[in-house]
């Protein structure tokens, strides 16, 4: 097999330029030319087109080249890329240009099954379908007992456990029994004092996430819980629900002495402090 020919002579004017610079040695052979050096990967053509005419330049280079350093050799190494026609690079350019500003944008590529709505990701399409619930509201479970409505069937399962007042995971220290192991695993915290859940405002410790969540709406002044009457708003969502008795004239709290009722337990536990 013949040898070819390389299309590209200017690739080793090049490289002999910048290693010559790089050297100390600013003498430019040619007509000149400023180094080029283009961000192309060679394929197997363009490493074979060139071997060649590279191994001639080296044999004539070899006395002059024989005392260069390993920083030297290391770029004559990587500088074996052929230049590419003007509108090669100018296209190169272009998709890093669009590339840096895709980045620069926020734009995420979607992994796995991505939330439109927020761009969170999951891995199963069926978890990706249980996060939108919580976008769109919607709630497919229902409670067969109080028709409360739920957006996951474990939830579901979970709420079915008040009616049938079951209560499989016990406490091993005071045997106190609860319907969900989360709570289990809270209630163990009193036992340990354990509060792992810290303000960054003011140094306090909680036992639950909750509880330093709606701690912090001091600090903020959130009050998320809106009444629909008359507007008033709270910081807790039991806060409402109690304020809402008001207008209901609910009072479920009943004295087991006087039957008396209240609307609210405070104020029940009260009364039996200070009447009976």
Same mark, same amino acid.
Not at 8 to 33: F, M, S, Y
Not at 75 to 91: G, H
Not at 94 to 101: N, P
């Given at each position: /097999?013949?040898?070819?020919?390389?299309?590209?002579?200017?690739?080793?004017?090049?490289?002999?330029?910048?290693?010559?610079?790089?050297?100390?040695?600013?003498?430019?052979?040619?007509?000149?030319?400023?180094?080029?050096?283009?961000?192309?990967?060679?394929?197997?053509?363009?490493?074979?087109?060139?071997?060649?005419?590279?191994?001639?330049?080296?044999?004539?280079?070899?006395?002059?080249?024989?005392?260069?350093?390993?920083?030297?050799?290391?770029?004559?190494?990587?500088?074996?890329?052929?230049?590419?026609?003007?509108?090669?690079?100018?296209?190169?350019?272009?998709?890093?240009?669009?590339?840096?500003?895709?980045?620069?944008?926020?734009?995420?590529?979607?992994?796995?099954?991505?939330?439109?709505?927020?761009?969170?990701?999951?891995?199963?399409?069926?978890?990706?379908?249980?996060?939108?619930?919580?976008?769109?509201?919607?709630?497919?479970?229902?409670?067969?007992?109080?028709?409360?409505?739920?957006?996951?069937?474990?939830?579901?399962?979970?709420?079915?456990?008040?009616? /049938?007042?079951?209560?499989?995971?016990?406490?091993?220290?005071?045997?106190?029994?609860?319907?969900?192991?989360?709570?289990?695993?809270?209630? /163990?915290?009193?036992?340990?004092?354990?509060?792992?859940?810290?303000?960054?405002?003011?140094?306090?410790?909680?036992?639950?996430?909750?509880?330093?969540?709606?701690?912090?709406?001091?600090?903020?002044?959130?009050?998320?819980?809106?009444?629909?009457?008359?507007?008033?708003?709270?910081?807790?969502?039991?806060?409402?629900?109690?304020?809402?008795?008001?207008?209901?004239?609910?009072?479920?709290?009943?004295?087991?002495?006087?039957?008396?009722?209240?609307?609210?337990?405070?104020?029940?536990?009260?009364?039996?402090?200070?009447?009976?």
């Amino acid at each position: /097999m013949g040898r070819r020919k390389n299309p590209h002579p200017k690739r080793a004017v090049n490289a002999r330029t910048v290693l010559k610079v790089v050297k100390g040695r600013r003498e430019e052979e040619g007509e000149g030319e400023e180094p080029v050096l283009c961000s192309r990967n060679p394929d197997e053509d363009d490493f074979e087109a060139n071997h060649h005419q590279i191994q001639k330049e080296e044999e004539e280079e070899e006395g002059e080249e024989e005392g260069e350093d390993d920083d030297v050799k290391r770029l004559r190494r990587i500088l074996t890329c052929v230049p590419c026609d003007d509108d090669v690079v100018m296209e190169q350019n272009q998709m890093r240009e669009e590339e840096t500003a895709f980045i620069k944008k926020g734009v995420k590529r979607k992994r796995g099954h991505e939330c439109d709505v927020c761009e969170k990701v999951f891995q199963s399409p069926s978890d990706l379908t249980r996060h939108k619930r919580t976008h769109t509201k919607e709630k497919p479970y229902e409670c067969d007992v109080c028709e409360k409505r739920f957006s996951q069937p474990g939830h579901l399962t979970q709420h079915k456990r008040i009616h /049938m007042n079951e209560k499989p995971y016990e406490c091993d220290v005071c045997e106190k029994r609860f319907s969900r192991s989360s709570h289990l695993q809270t209630h /163990m915290r009193i036992h340990t004092n354990e509060k792992p859940y810290e303000c960054d405002v003011c140094e306090r410790c909680f036992s639950e996430s909750g509880s330093l969540k709606r701690h912090m709406r001091i600090h903020t002044n959130e009050k998320p819980h809106k009444c629909d009457v008359c507007d008033k708003a709270f910081r807790q969502s039991g806060h409402l629900k109690r304020h809402m008795r008001i207008h209901s004239n609910e009072k479920p709290y009943e004295c087991d002495v006087c039957e008396k009722c209240f609307s609210d337990s405070g104020n029940l536990k009260r009364h039996k402090r200070t009447q009976h």
